[in-house]
């Protein structure tokens, strides 16, 4: 069974900076891309960045291009979500996802979340 566990959410002021963290277990994990999405209040769950499974190939939504850096450590089992500038329209539970595939065209996400981390970033 998959496992992804995310931590590194907090509370920040707007400009600031986090680094999310999502571990994996329960497949080999360097054989699969990873992604980000996130979810504000009353909002649906939104795509964020993604990236293949070497690191090759990184996706963002235009919405965090320049600001936010995904990238992985496969020998970790780890994907990180680098975030900067960070501004209110960021505040949302961000949702690591694991992909269907290696990711080198795309991303497809799978049906394996882990249970989400806080992100607050105040005015």
């Known amino acids: 069974q998959v496992q992804l566990v995310e931590s590194g959410g907090g509370l920040v002021q707007t400009g600031g900076s986090l680094r999310l963290s999502c571990t994996a277990s329960?497949?080999?994990?360097?054989?699969?891309?990873m992604g980000w999405y996130r979810q504000a209040l009353g909002k649906g769950r939104d795509f964020v960045a993604a990236?293949?499974?070497?690191?090759?190939?990184?996706y963002y939504d235009n919405s965090v291009k320049g600001r936010f850096t995904i990238s992985r450590d496969n020998a970790k089992n780890t994907v990180y979500l680098q975030m900067t500038n960070l501004n209110p329209a960021d505040t949302a539970v961000y949702y690591c996802?694991?992909?269907?595939?290696?990711?080198?065209?795309?991303?497809?996400?799978?049906?394996?979340w882990g249970q989400g981390t806080q992100v607050t970033v105040s005015s």
């Open positions: 990236i293949s499974y070497s690191g090759g190939h990184t």
């Open positions: 996802n694991t992909g269907v595939d290696g990711g080198v065209a795309g991303y497809t996400r799978s049906d394996y």
């Open positions: 329960g497949r080999t994990f360097s054989d699969y891309s």
